[in-house]
């Protein structure tokens, strides 16, 4: 923190104790206690601690504490820091390249310590630092949709939390393709990640996940980090025997009024396997009622079921939220579908993002040209301004111009916010499934 705050701040990875075999380190110790503390969760058990830092070390994760030493007497754990954050990194699918992105996720701030600037100093010093290591966008998934906008953040996807009425026979339109099978839990924590990775290869908005996410549908883990043993899971094979897609699932208990099944985990490679898992879903007996979170904003499940009213939508978030760090690096990462050429202005308060380029898209992918102040704009083409957390935003083709246009983040004249859509329109809402 800067200095006068009387606050400390370290960055350190996870680690185990030197002196204690199994423990974890103090120092991380104390920041998964604060963590906890700061989203209302259960003070962590010790040896749950351990069993997570050899999971945050796969993920290359990076954590913060904020340190206050002046802790006054029978205050809970002077050594724990009053505010945590942490970082990692994980590809972005574009539409174009997989883009590799600064993920920030485990913000908090004790309450005693809050609205004092503590995250404003820990989240620009850090997107700073993630600029000068190269890294094109950062990205989060947030708590409250309040936060981060001031940021530069943007709400690039969203997604359903889905409810399908499963009384009787779910009769799907299309023809049955591939297999499926009740899986092997033991041997899904290491097939999950393969079909994740093809996953990921083919959709757009798709982030990288962190190594939890294999261990909870395998069942090994639930909220903490021990098996859960209601966990049961099906994989879909392709006509040609290759898995593409799991689903995992728990049955609520029997008291639960329709009977339920929810989804904990659904990963398809295409919308053939995706389709098949929910065949599947729908087949399963003395199921009444089937709770889906995390589904895809362009879901073609409503459109294949022959009773599409069984179909409900019981909320719609955002999901991942993007913000530039290197917008003409996006921008050349980022698969088009129409070409066309634009000039494109940020104004960012952080000036991390900031200035105006000429972007030229031929074949689908984009040259950029980055435009000084001053320069002239190239005749007769359409320019636009928009402000941090809009690019983030259009960025994936997860909401048009006009919209933007329309509450402010975008400006400029009709034809070129026209222009702007008919570039980055994209077919189907990008989709991430990936919480972090
Ligand atoms: C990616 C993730 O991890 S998302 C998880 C975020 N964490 C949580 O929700 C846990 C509970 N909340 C907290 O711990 C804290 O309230 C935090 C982390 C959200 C904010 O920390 P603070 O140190 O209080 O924020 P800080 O003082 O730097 O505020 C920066 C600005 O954001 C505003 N702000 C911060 N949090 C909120 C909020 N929850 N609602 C409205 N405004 C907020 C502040 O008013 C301030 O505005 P200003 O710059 O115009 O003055």
Not at 93 to 119: D, E
Not at 155 to 172: P, Q
Not at 221 to 249: F, M, N
Not at 379 to 404: C, I, K, N, R, T
Request: hydrophobic content about 40%.
């Amino acid at each position: 923190m800067e200095p006068g705050t009387g606050l400390r701040t370290e960055r350190f990875q996870a680690a185990l104790s030197t002196v204690e075999p199994g423990a974890a380190d103090e120092r991380t110790a104390d920041w998964f206690q604060a963590v906890a503390l700061g989203f209302h969760e259960a003070r962590y058990d010790p040896k749950h601690i351990s069993a997570v830092v050899e999971a945050y070390g796969q993920d290359g994760r990076w954590l913060t504490g904020v340190y206050d030493d002046e802790a006054p007497e029978y205050a809970w754990n002077p050594a724990a820091p009053v505010a945590t954050y942490a970082t990692m990194t994980h590809e972005l699918n574009t539409g174009g390249a997989l883009l590799p992105v600064h993920q920030i996720t485990s913000v908090t701030v004790r309450p005693t310590h809050r609205r004092r600037g503590i995250l404003r100093q820990m989240i620009t010093s850090d997107l700073s630092r993630a600029k000068d290591e190269g890294f094109a966008a950062a990205a989060l998934t947030a708590s409250e949709a309040v936060i981060y906008g001031r940021f530069g953040f943007g709400v690039a996807t969203s997604e359903r939390t889905v409810e399908v009425d499963a009384r009787g026979r779910l009769e799907l339109t299309v023809p049955p393709s591939g297999t499926t099978a009740v899986a092997d839990l033991a041997k899904l924590e290491s097939l999950a990640p393969t079909i994740f990775r093809a996953h990921l290869e083919r959709t757009r908005g798709a982030v990288g996940r962190q190594v939890g996410y294999a261990k909870r549908a395998a069942g090994l883990w639930g909220d903490l980090p021990e098996p859960e043993k209601d966990v049961r899971a099906a994989i879909h094979y392709s006509p040609s025997g290759t898995p593409d897609g799991y689903v995992s699932y728990k049955f609520l208990p029997w008291e639960t009024e329709p009977h339920t099944l929810k989804v904990l985990d659904l990963v398809a490679v295409d919308d053939t396997a995706r389709l098949e898992l929910w065949r599947f879903l729908g087949s399963i007996d003395l199921v009444e009622r089937i709770t889906c979170p995390a589904a895809p904003e362009a879901d073609p499940l409503p459109w294949a079921l022959a009773d599409r009213r069984r179909y409900a939508v019981k909320a719609h978030e955002d999901q991942l939220w993007v913000r530039a760090l290197d917008p003409a690096a996006m921008l050349r990462a980022r698969g088009f579908d129409a070409d066309g050429a634009l000039v494109l202005g940020i104004t960012d308060s952080l000036d991390l993002a900031s200035g105006r380029w000429l972007v030229q898209v031929d074949a689908g992918a984009a040259v950029v040209t980055e435009l000084q102040a001053g320069d002239a704009l190239p005749p007769g083409v359409p320019a636009v301004e928009m402000d941090a957390a809009a690019f983030g935003s259009l960025y994936l083709g997860g909401v048009s111009g006009q919209l933007l246009s329309a509450a402010g983040g975008v400006r400029g004249p009709a034809d070129a916010v026209g222009t702007l859509d008919r570039l980055f329109a994209v077919s189907r809402a990008p989709y991430c499934s990936t919480h972090f």
